[in-house]
């Protein structure tokens, strides 16, 4: 069984699609450096967005919660923002499938 919550250190792939794999519904991502954050989610997810951001001691500085179903949230980072958890709102099975990270410098 998967850990349920994984860390991702991407961020040296900045302006590039990084696919993170069924993790059991919560991601740990390095957003450090990035301005923005647009997550993607496949078709057949249900997927209320609840993206938590921290800085470098992991005190949260942001959280979006989004109510709706979404395939698709963009997010702009805090100055500071060292890293993203990404879950889904409702239920974490709700993220099925593998979700689509981009980091924007």
Known sequence: RPPR????????LFRSETPLLKSGGT???????????DIASKESN?????VRIY????NQI?????????????INLAIGAKYALISDNV?????????IIKLIK
């Open 5 to 12: 919550s994984t860390l991702f250190p991407y961020t040296t």
């Open 27 to 37: 991601y740990f991502v390095d957003v450090e450096g990035a301005s923005s954050l």
């Open 46 to 50: 249900r997927w209320m967005p609840l």
């Open 55 to 58: 800085d470098k001691n992991l």
């Open 62 to 74: 942001d959280s979006i919660k989004e109510e709706q179903a979404k395939t698709a949230v963009s």
């Open 91 to 99: 239920d974490i099975n709700n993220i099925k499938n593998e979700i």
